[in-house]
């Protein structure tokens, strides 16, 4: 069964998609920013042993239950003054951080969910867990160990950079989400 994990932006989603993209499986890292419309997200989940994190889609967990009712849940919860402090150090505000909140705790009450926090994500126990959750192998201590210590980060440039590119895209995308949403009320 595939997966999304959702979380705030600085909260070790990249190293996450490195760490569960093993053996036959790739997590992916934000590919939602790569969509140009509901069928591309629906077609992405659909494909055999795929997930990813998501640090800017959680408002529209709805619409990925819908188009793909069978995926996984995972929230990673880290608290939101390290957030914006994290994303500060590159000139970068976090203007819709209640929503986003919102969002996490309505996903992490949901069937098929697990949250784990941030803070949480080197400790053995933890991280196998998750791993159990999404990944349907016994957890490999030794990638864990190598992962561990890695501080694995993206480019926030370029990341703020491709945001700023796909705007248009992105702005449809959610156009046609909340179409989704609002036939589902």
Same mark, same amino acid.
């Given at each position: ?24 499986? &790739? ?10 419309? %509901?069928?591309d ?7 055999? @042993?795929?997930?990813?994190?998501e &640090? ?5 967990? #709805? ?10 849940f995972?929230?990673?919860? @880290? ?5 914006? #402090? ?15 909140l919102?969002? %996490? @705790? ?6 098929? &969910? ?5 803070? #949480?994500?080197?400790?053995p ?7 159990e959750?999404?990944?349907p ?34 702005d ?8 989704l ?5």
């Amino acid at each position: 069964m595939n997966f999304v994990i959702f979380s705030l932006p600085r909260s070790r989603s990249f190293w996450l998609s490195k760490f569960l993209t093993y053996g036959h499986w &790739t997590c992916g890292h934000d590919v939602c920013l790569n969509f140009e419309n %509901l069928e591309d997200l629906r077609k992405y989940y659909s494909q055999e @042993r795929t997930g990813s994190c998501e &640090t800017g889609a959680m408002e529209y967990y #709805k619409v990925f239950r819908q188009l793909v009712p069978e995926l996984k849940f995972v929230v990673v919860r @880290r608290e939101l003054d390290e957030v914006k #402090k994290s994303l500060w150090k590159f000139g970068i505000t976090l203007d819709d951080a209640e929503s986003k909140l919102e969002a %996490l @705790r309505e996903i992490s009450k949901l069937p098929n &969910t697990l949250t784990i926090h941030f803070d #949480k994500l080197d400790i053995p126990s933890s991280a196998r867990a998750l791993w159990e959750f999404v990944l349907p192998v016994p957890f490999d201590n030794q990638w864990f160990n190598y992962f561990k210590s890695r501080n694995l980060q993206i480019n926030m440039r370029e990341r703020v950079n491709k945001i700023s590119v796909n705007k248009e895209k992105t702005d449809k995308l959610k156009l046609e989400a909340i179409k989704l949403l609002e036939t589902l009320q």
